[in-house]
């Protein structure tokens, strides 16, 4: 069974949506999530930390369920440079050195 | 300042030969990782190094080897290219302070086994 697992989408969109993708992890013992967005045929950049009491940061929320062992990533009113592919990462307390990447949701919004 | 500098940035090889892929950081970080990402599989780990002098196994070792040379230095050598190794390669630091646990990535490493 795959750590971290991703609706690989795609999820095709128009400008001034809202779209949420979710993201499932397997270890418990989890600690820190994160989202990571990734431009096609660039690096990923950290797009924002997930904490346990949920966070925002602009058009973009987070949330974490510990209990169902998921983590969520919400985008209000979609913009045409929201266009990526958002990877969810998950680095176990076990070892704090190890982050275990989902596959990617990718999104495309349209004009 | 450069952050994560990775080379070369494109390699093809022909199956059985070796190259090394080279990544240097000036972020002063301790950590430094090697990944791959194929698609549909995300980001592999295959070897990570927590501190100067020392190296560890990820998920996906076999087939490379690697070197923390420095603190800023972190190579991953393939020493018998092989087909399935065809990927884009990553090389990440982890931060400290207030961006403790942020992955910083270099730009890639495209390379192709014939």
């Known amino acids: 069974r795959k750590e971290v697992e991703q609706d690989p989408g795609p999820f095709n969109v128009p400008e001034g949506a809202t779209v949420a993708f979710n993201c499932t992890y397997s270890?418990?013992?989890?600690?820190?999530f994160f989202w990571y967005r990734q431009d096609c045929r660039k690096e990923p950049k950290l797009l924002m930390s997930?904490?346990?009491s949920g966070n925002e940061d602009g058009r973009f929320t987070a949330q974490l369920n510990r209990a169902s062992q998921y983590i969520s990533l919400l985008i209000r009113d979609s913009k045409l440079s929201d266009s990526a592919t958002y990877l969810c990462?998950?680095?176990?307390?076990?070892?704090?050195?190890?982050?275990?990447f989902g596959s990617g949701t990718k999104l495309n919004v349209k004009p | 300042n450069a952050g994560v500098t990775q080379t070369p940035k494109f390699q093809v090889l022909k199956t059985g030969q070796s190259m090394t892929l080279q990544c240097a950081q000036d972020?002063?970080?301790?950590?430094m990782y090697w990944y791959r990402q194929d698609p549909g599989m995300g980001l592999r780990l295959i070897y990570y190094?927590?501190?100067?002098?020392?190296?560890d196994k990820g998920e996906v070792p076999n087939g490379y080897n690697v070197s923390r040379l420095n603190k800023r230095e972190f190579s991953l050598r393939l020493e018998s290219a092989a087909p399935s190794q065809t990927s884009v390669y990553f090389c990440?630091?982890?931060?400290?302070?207030?961006?403790?646990?942020?992955?910083?990535f270099g730009e890639g490493s495209r390379l192709t086994v014939l």
């Open positions: 190094s927590a501190s100067e002098g020392t190296t």
């Open positions: 990440a630091t982890k931060g400290t302070g207030t961006n403790t646990g942020e992955l910083f």
């Open positions: 990462v998950v680095n176990p307390v076990y070892n704090f050195n190890k982050f275990y």
């Open positions: 270890n418990s013992a989890s600690q820190s």
């Open positions: 997930v904490y346990s």
């Open positions: 972020m002063n970080h301790n950590s």
